[in-house]
């Protein structure tokens, strides 16, 4: 995802293509199922049955995900003899994914978030 640098009216304010692309890529962070791929994808690039076997989710809804992340540019694929193969599309995924866990409480091991997703886990 490459977004514009900023406007005229200075680096504090988003630029309507900018903003586009930033909604977009939210939208597709939307769904806690893409979140969940795009997580299974930090350690490394990864095939539709390989992501399917660790979120224990039917391969068409992945597949069905993973379209919506590739059209949002925060996945690439490719090809590896007939399996596709999907990857985070850059460090900037990554880092934005890292913040997201962060402000989820999960990068904090006493924040209230994650005590109140640890209990709902457990409950």
């Known amino acids: ?11 504090s304010l988003i630029g309507e293509d ?15 199922s893409r979140v969940q791929i795009l997580g299974c994808l930090l350690d490394g690039p990864l095939a539709v049955g390989e992501i399917t076997a660790l979120l224990g989710m039917e391969q068409s809804a992945i597949s069905h995900q993973l379209r919506v992340l590739r059209e949002a540019e925060l996945v ?12 985070l599309s850059g460090d900037p995924v990554r880092e934005l994914l890292t913040a997201a866990r962060h402000l989820a409480g999960q ?5 209230p978030r994650r005590r109140k997703a640890a209990g709902a886990a457990e409950g």
């Open 1 to 11: 995802m490459s977004v514009p640098p900023a406007g005229p009216a200075g680096p």
């Open 18 to 32: 900018a903003a586009s692309l930033i909604a977009d890529a939210m939208f597709a962070l939307s769904a806690p």
């Open 76 to 87: 690439r694929v490719e090809r590896d003899g007939k399996r596709r193969v999907y990857a």
């Open 107 to 111: 990068g904090q091991p006493g924040s």
